[in-house]
């Protein structure tokens, strides 16, 4: 059981780490809007890009509140079956 839970621990950090590189793609729109706006000197594109990095992290944050509320009753549970 343990081993199981630290593969998938071990996946989901990995996918994490990996769909943070791909949190910086933007669509082609936005994209040229934010290369436009960095030519002419804007920092647009950095609130753009920040914007989408918050957006991508909520979920996440939600999921990990979720999962450690469920292991801590886990673990409640089985200290007080054993």
């Known amino acids: 059981m343990?081993?199981?839970?630290?593969?998938?621990?071990?996946l989901f950090t990995l996918l994490v780490l990996v769909a943070v590189v791909a949190a910086y793609a933007q669509c082609p729109m936005c994209k040229g809007i934010?290369?436009?706006?960095?030519?002419?000197?804007?920092?647009?594109?950095?609130?753009?890009?920040?914007?989408?990095?918050?957006?991508?992290a909520a979920?996440?944050?939600?999921?990990?509140?979720?999962?450690?509320r469920w292991y801590k009753l886990k673990k409640r549970e089985a200290a007080s079956q054993g």
Do not use: V
């Open 2 to 10: 343990k081993r199981t839970l630290y593969k998938s621990a071990f």
């Open 34 to 56: 934010a290369e436009s706006s960095l030519k002419e000197g804007s920092n647009a594109a950095a609130g753009l890009n920040a914007g989408i990095l918050m957006l991508f």
């Open 59 to 68: 979920p996440y944050t939600l999921i990990a509140i979720i999962g450690f």
